[in-house]
């Protein structure tokens, strides 16, 4: 790999895999529906990912016998801040891979995991008690549900977030601490669930 190369992998993001990808467009559309190819590259939510590239197991700290890395760069207004890391994460776990940030190396699996159930709007708290158990009102309308869940009244600022606005004006998402939960509160009204990532889950 080249000096050029080698200096656009430390600009961004980067996810780090074991192996070439081959459906790496079917993965960063379960983020942003819109996601397209571009040449060799996708776009995908204002970031450019680009193709994946073979590169020296090294940037892993030998981790990996093959290294292929495939860096995320924002071109414009991201939906929220460090979105451009959430791609390359929420790759990087789909695909058994590592991210390399400003030098340093993780494992998306280490960090604890969220799901969100996005709706097109507000639920019937009776409804959602039924599921989640107890609520309690916070501040700024977000309703609570002991430890493991919380209602926010408003509506995610990711591409599959936005997915919901032509259907609703006021859309909220609920933000567990278990998987299951989220697939019951989908199914129960209808909503979408992603990973901590903005990644569907289904």
């Known amino acids: 790999m080249g000096w050029l190369a080698k200096r656009r992998l430390r600009t961004g993001p980067t996810a780090a895999l074991p192996r070439k990808p081959e459906d790496l467009l079917e993965i960063v559309k379960l983020a942003d ?29 030998g981790e990996f016998e093959t290294v292929w890395a495939i860096q995320v760069k924002a071109e414009g207004p991201l939906p929220f801040d460090y979105f451009d ?9 789909r695909l058994d891979g590592l991210v390399v940030c400003r030098g340093e190396v993780t494992d998306p699996q280490d960090e604890p995991g969220k799901w969100l159930v996005l709706l097109q709007s507000m639920p019937p708290l009776e409804q959602l008690e039924e599921l989640l158990g107890e609520s309690e009102e916070k501040e700024y309308g ?15 600022p990711s591409p599959m977030g936005r997915t919901l606005e032509p ?14 939960d989220a697939m019951r509160i989908a199914e129960a009204f209808q909503g979408i669930v992603v990973d901590r990532w903005r990644f569907r889950v289904d």
């Open 142 to 156: 977000v309703v609570a549900f002991g430890e493991e869940a919380v209602l926010i009244p408003v509506g995610d």
């Open 33 to 61: 529906p819109d996601a397209r190819k571009d040449g060799e590259d996708i776009l995908a939510a204002d970031c450019r990912i680009h193709a994946p590239v073979e590169v020296e197991p090294e940037l892993v700290g």
């Open 85 to 93: 890391r959430y791609l390359a994460e929420g790759i990087a776990s």
């Open 167 to 180: 259907y609703s004006d006021e859309p909220v998402r609920i933000e567990t601490k278990e998987e299951g």
